[in-house]
C-alpha cells in the first residue's frame, strides 16, 4: 500500500513537472531571459553623464541594456500594451478578436483627459447637442431606455429558447442605446473642451490626487466599457463576424477622437494625477533615475486577475468552452451572447485602463495615441500562448508576450538596427508562433 503510495505520488510529481515544462510561459520565461542575457552581452555600452556622491558629474561607461534607466522604461512602455493583451486573450480565447483597442485607448485617454483638467469650481458645463440641450437630454435618456429594454434580449442570448430575431433584436437595441448615450458623452466632453480648457490651464483643478484618480480611471474605464459593450452587442445581435465589427468600430472609433479634439492634443491635467500618482518616482538616489512602479503594479495586478478569472471562475471556463466549440457550448446551457458582450465589455475596461495609465504617465493624450496598438496587443496574446483558433491561452502569458514584444523593440534600438524594420520582425514573431503553436498541436496529445 506504501509503496503504491509512493509510485504514486512519484508518477503525479513528473505529470506536474511535465505540465510545467510544457507550459507555454515557461518557453517565453527562457525566450525573455536569453534575449536579455544576449542583449547585456552583444548590445555594447554607452558613456552616460552621472553625478558622483561629491555632487560633481563625471562620465561613465554604462552597459547599454542594463542601463537602469532602459530597464524602467522597458517595464513602462510593456505595461501599456500588457494590459490590454490580457483583455485581447480572453477575446482570442473566445474565437473572436479586436482591432478597435487602439482606437479606443485614443479615445479613453482623450475623454479622461478633458475631464480632468476641467475646472470643475465653475461647475458642470452645459449638456447640449449641436446647442439644444433638450436633445442631448431626449437622447440620453432613449440610449438608457433603450439599453435597459435589451435587458430581456441579452438574458436569453444564446440560449435555445429565445428565436434570433428576438435576440438580434435586443442585442441590436442594446448596441444603439450603449451608441447613443456615447454621443451624448462625446457632446458633453466638447461642451468640456470649449469651456473648460482655458479656465483650467490658469486654474488648475484643485481636489485630492485620490479624487482625481478615482474620477480618472472611472471616466477612461466607463468610456472603454461603452465601445466595448458596442462591439459585443453588434457582434451577436448582427451575427457578424467581429473581426468586421471591430474593423469598421476602429475606424468610427478614431474619427470620433479627431472630432472631439479637432486633431489637437490634450494637456494639463492635474500633477496630483501625474507625479502624484501614476507617474510618482522612486529610488532615484539608490540607483540614478527614478522608478515609475505604478504602471508595472498595475500590469501586475490585471496579469493576476485575468488569470484567476479565466481559469479558477465559471465565466473563464465559458470563455474557454465558446472557444473550443461555439455549438456544444451553446447546447450545453452555456448563454454564449451573454459571455461574448461581456467580454468585449472587459476588453473596452482595460483598453480604457490602460489609456488612464498612460495619460497619468505622460500628462498628455492625442488623437493618434495607439495608432499601432491592435498590431502590438494582438501580437502580445499571440506570442503569449492564445490560440487564433480559439479555446487555448492565459493571462500570464499575454503578459509575457508583451514583454517580449518590448525586448525586440529595444533590441532594434540597443544593437543599432533600423527601426524601420520593426514591424517585419513583429510580423514575423506572430507568423512564428502561430506556427508553432500549430505544430505543437499536432505533435504532442491533447494540444489542441
Same mark, same amino acid.
Given at each position: 500500500m506504501a509503496a503504491g503510495a509512493t509510485t504514486g505520488a512519484t508518477g503525479a510529481g513528473r505529470s506536474l513537472l511535465k505540465r510545467v515544462l510544457l507550459a507555454q510561459e515557461i518557453g517565453l520565461v527562457a525566450v525573455i531571459l536569453l534575449?536579455?542575457?544576449?542583449?547585456?552581452?552583444?548590445?555594447?555600452?554607452?558613456?552616460?553623464?552621472?553625478?558622483?556622491?561629491?555632487?560633481?558629474?563625471?562620465?561613465?561607461?554604462?552597459?547599454?541594456?542594463?542601463?537602469?534607466?532602459?530597464?524602467?522604461?522597458?517595464?513602462?512602455?510593456?505595461?501599456?500594451?500588457?494590459?490590454?493583451?490580457?483583455?485581447?486573450?480572453?477575446?482570442?480565447?473566445?474565437?473572436?478578436?479586436?482591432?478597435?483597442?487602439?482606437s479606443v485607448y485614443a479615445l479613453c485617454a482623450l475623454v479622461?483627459?478633458?475631464?480632468?483638467?476641467?475646472?470643475?469650481?465653475?461647475?458642470?458645463?452645459p449638456l447640449s447637442l449641436g446647442g439644444h440641450g433638450w436633445l442631448a437630454w431626449t437622447l440620453l435618456v432613449a440610449g438608457l431606455c433603450a439599453a435597459a429594454a435589451s435587458g430581456a434580449a441579452l438574458k436569453s442570448a444564446g440560449s435555445a429558447e429565445g428565436t434570433k430575431k428576438a435576440r438580434a433584436g435586443g442585442l441590436t437595441l442594446a448596441a444603439i442605446g450603449g451608441a447613443a448615450v456615447l454621443v451624448v458623452i462625446g457632446a458633453f466632453v466638447v461642451s468640456v473642451?470649449?469651456?473648460?480648457?482655458?479656465?483650467?490651464?490658469?486654474?488648475?483643478?484643485?481636489?485630492?490626487?485620490?479624487?482625481? /484618480?478615482?474620477?480618472?480611471?472611472?471616466?477612461?474605464?466607463?468610456?472603454?466599457?461603452?465601445?466595448?459593450?458596442?462591439?459585443?452587442? !453588434?457582434?451577436?445581435?448582427?451575427?457578424?463576424?467581429?473581426?468586421?465589427?471591430?474593423?469598421?468600430?476602429?475606424?468610427?472609433?478614431?474619427?470620433?477622437?479627431?472630432?472631439?479634439?479637432?486633431?489637437?492634443?490634450?494637456?494639463? /491635467?492635474?500633477?496630483?494625477?501625474?507625479?502624484?500618482?501614476?507617474?510618482?518616482?522612486?529610488?532615484e538616489q539608490a540607483i540614478g533615475v527614478?522608478?515609475?512602479?505604478?504602471?508595472?503594479?498595475?500590469?501586475?495586478?490585471?496579469?493576476?486577475?485575468?488569470?484567476?478569472?479565466?481559469?479558477?471562475?465559471?465565466?473563464?471556463?465559458?470563455?474557454?468552452?465558446?472557444?473550443?466549440?461555439?455549438?456544444?457550448?451553446?447546447?450545453?446551457?452555456?448563454?454564449?451572447?451573454?459571455?461574448?458582450?461581456?467580454?468585449?465589455? !472587459?476588453?473596452?475596461?482595460?483598453?480604457? +485602463?490602460?489609456?488612464?495609465?498612460? +495619460?497619468g504617465y505622460l500628462g498628455s493624450a492625442s488623437s493618434n495615441d495607439g495608432i499601432g496598438y491592435e498590431l502590438s496587443v494582438i501580437a502580445a496574446a499571440v506570442i503569449g500562448g492564445a490560440s487564433l483558433s480559439g479555446g487555448r491561452g492565459s493571462a500570464v502569458g499575454a503578459v509575457l508576450g508583451a514583454v517580449l514584444i518590448q525586448l525586440?523593440?529595444?533590441?532594434?534600438?540597443?544593437?543599432?538596427?533600423?527601426?524601420?524594420?520593426?514591424?517585419?520582425v513583429m510580423g514575423a514573431a506572430i507568423v512564428a508562433a502561430v506556427v508553432l503553436d500549430q505544430t505543437k498541436a499536432r505533435l504532442l496529445p491533447g494540444g489542441r
Open positions: 534575449m536579455a542575457l544576449g542583449l547585456t552581452l552583444f548590445g555594447g555600452t554607452k558613456n552616460k553623464r552621472v553625478q558622483t556622491e561629491s555632487g560633481q558629474w563625471e562620465v561613465v561607461q554604462v552597459n547599454k541594456f542594463l542601463d537602469a534607466q532602459n530597464l524602467v522604461l522597458l517595464a513602462k512602455d510593456a505595461s501599456f500594451v500588457a494590459i490590454m493583451a490580457v483583455g485581447m486573450t480572453g477575446v482570442i480565447v473566445m474565437g473572436g478578436i479586436d482591432l478597435s483597442v487602439g479622461g483627459g478633458m475631464f480632468l483638467r476641467y475646472n470643475w469650481a465653475n461647475g458642470p458645463p473642451r470649449d469651456e473648460g480648457a482655458p479656465a483650467a490651464a490658469a486654474y488648475g483643478w484643485k481636489t485630492s490626487t485620490m479624487l482625481s /484618480v478615482v474620477v480618472g480611471v472611472g471616466v477612461c474605464c466607463l468610456v472603454g466599457a461603452i465601445c466595448g459593450l458596442i462591439n459585443g452587442s !453588434l457582434v451577436v445581435g448582427l451575427n457578424v463576424h467581429p473581426f468586421i465589427i471591430t474593423l469598421g468600430m476602429m475606424t468610427v472609433v478614431r474619427g470620433i477622437a479627431f472630432v472631439l479634439t479637432d486633431g489637437l492634443s490634450v494637456s494639463g /491635467v492635474p500633477e496630483g494625477f501625474t507625479r502624484g500618482f501614476f507617474k510618482a518616482g522612486f529610488w527614478p522608478v515609475y512602479p505604478v504602471p508595472v503594479v498595475v500590469m501586475i495586478i490585471v496579469a493576476l486577475a485575468g488569470a484567476f478569472v479565466l481559469a479558477r471562475t465559471v465565466y473563464g471556463r465559458r470563455v474557454y468552452a465558446i472557444g473550443g466549440n461555439e455549438t456544444a457550448a451553446r447546447y450545453a446551457g452555456i448563454p454564449v451572447g451573454r459571455v461574448k458582450i461581456l467580454t468585449f465589455t !472587459l476588453m473596452g475596461l482595460l483598453a480604457g +485602463l490602460s489609456a488612464c495609465v498612460s +495619460l525586440i523593440n529595444n533590441a532594434m534600438i540597443i544593437l543599432d538596427i533600423n527601426t524601420n524594420y520593426t514591424n517585419i
